[in-house]
């Protein structure tokens, strides 16, 4: 009966439609969020709704950072996070996300001025 009930969704008319349109605006943020944080992001990776962003600093780093904002990410591969958002995400869901992400990134790449006095 499960089985079913997902099948009804995921073949509903426009479903997979949204799907690519939700996967196409959130490649499109995450390359914003990689233009604009360069210290700490070099790439968006992968397809679909399974995409990552490549880390120049150590991946954990930005996971630590995302999940501190409530943001869950796993680790991939070659030092990449990866967002893994459900098939029903909205645009609202990845504007969130991406705030999320760009906070974080500014976090990591912030270095404190070291103290003049010493």
Do not use: W
């Amino acid at each position: 009966a499960e089985g079913n009930a997902v099948l009804d969704v995921v073949l509903a008319p426009g479903f997979l439609e949204h799907v690519n349109k939700i996967a196409n605006y959130l490649r499109q943020q995450l390359a914003m969020v990689v233009d604009r944080n360069r210290t700490i992001v070099e790439d968006v990776r992968g397809q679909g709704l399974l995409l990552g962003v490549k880390c120049k600093v150590a991946n954990n780093e930005l996971i630590d950072a995302l999940r501190d904002r409530g943001l869950l990410t796993v680790g991939a591969g070659d030092n990449v996070v990866r967002i893994l958002p459900p098939m029903i995400a909205t645009e609202e869901h990845v504007r969130e996300a991406i705030g999320i992400l760009s906070d974080a990134c500014q976090a990591l790449a912030y270095v404190p001025a070291k103290d003049a006095a010493k």
